[in-house]
């Protein structure tokens, strides 16, 4: 019978739900899996929420360095978020040949290859299915359900915290700020929210799942990233009378050029499978070339979702010591792809410029994104303000992001322009 016995570092909000998990279900989970996971240790540095959980003085350390020197240990579970320590004890468990769990997606993007070495120089496994899209099984569907398929696109909602904002934007007719404040106080928010809102979460998570589907090594400055805080209320209220819906989406596409990987507010179409994804919840989309097109769907951050999706990965590294063949799973480094710089990136534009009420603007307008490559596939006209100021609302046709790029900094220098145009990329398809 496959069996773990498993020591957690970091009782935070998951690893408490973790440790909850072990101790309430390790009956149901054998029955149902036929693996036993037996928690042998715990280890945080405030006593408080061993009490909390009401450990036994067996069960917990304060001093993570005494829980991996432990002989009784077979998997170890890091929680502590991070780059360091965090980095520290899973090298010391993977060098030890213990497998590793960790939803650690900062550590994954920043040293992924690393780690990936270390576990098949130490001859264990390393799982880290929590660290993407929290209790959504995504990762393990990439790896094995899809191991037959090759993935050419995951584009996905990955942030609930982005995403309940927008949604609150949308719904309520909210600024930034305000629903910023407002998924503070339910708790959707950090109070320093920048990993978030910045899109580097986000990021994060797509370098970590790029690898899977891809089977390439990426890191961070791979990707393209940009946040939500320049998106405006008046441009989810554009987007909307156009028929789109505003979202922060992570993509990664293979394209015949290259890797195509890249964070940021997207109009996407409202019949578009991400578009209706609101609130806290995450969705990803997988393009595969035999199974086509999938949609994974559910809660992405949150306590016992997270726990969820680390309990899973405990029962596949119990399973994973049961095997006779040695070696990591998904030990060899993947092989360096070429990534696309962002200016050859094909993408649609949605463009609001805030104009002069002159004859003949439309028309320059037309006139410079034409001379630049850049065709007009829609355009809105709103009434003129108070200021005298006219809202245009423009929806190009694919264009290259150089040529949309050279066009807007000419544009925003003609003088009937009052302000510097705002732009949301939508998808080339």
Known sequence: MPSARVGVIGLGTVGTGVVRILRERRADILARTGVDLELVCAC????????????????FTTDARALLARTDLDVVVELVGGIEPARTFIRQALAAGRSVVTANKHLLAERYGELIGAAAAGGAALCFEASVAGGIPLL?????????????????????????????????????????????????????????????????????????????????KDIYVEGITRVTHDDIRHAAEMGYAVKLVATGRRTERGFDLRVHPTLLDRHHPLATVDGVFNAVLVDADAAGRLMFYGRGAGQMPTASAVVADLVDAARWRALPAAGARG??????????????????????????????????????????????????????????????????????????????????RLDFVREPAAFIRAEAD
Do not use: W
Request: one cysteine or more.
């Open 44 to 59: 945080d540095a405030r006593r408080e929420r061993a009490r909390a959980l009401k450990l036994p003085a067996r069960l």
């Open 140 to 220: 393990k569907s990439v790896r094995e359900g899809l191991a037959a398929n090759r993935i050419d696109a995951v584009e996905g909602i990955v942030n609930g915290t982005c995403n309940y904002i927008l949604t609150e934007m949308s719904a309520k007719g909210l600024d930034f700020r305000a629903a910023l404040s407002g998924a503070q106080a339910q708790g959707y928010a950090e109070a320093d929210p920048a990993l978030d809102i910045e899109g580097h979460d986000s990021a994060h998570k797509l370098v970590v799942l790029s690898a899977l589907a891809f089977g390439r090594a990426f890191s961070l």
């Open 331 to 412: 030990a060899d480094r993947p092989a360096p792809g070429r990534v696309l710089p962002m200016a050859e990136t094909i993408s649609r534009f949605f463009i609001r410029f805030n104009v002069a009420d002159r004859y003949g603007v439309l028309g320059k307008i037309a006139t410079e994104l034409g001379r630049n490559r850049v065709s007009i596939q829609a355009v809105h006209q709103k009434e003129r303000r108070p200021d005298g100021v006219v809202p245009v609302v423009i929806l190009t046709h694919p264009a290259r992001e150089s040529d949309f790029r050279r066009a807007l900094a000419r544009l925003d």
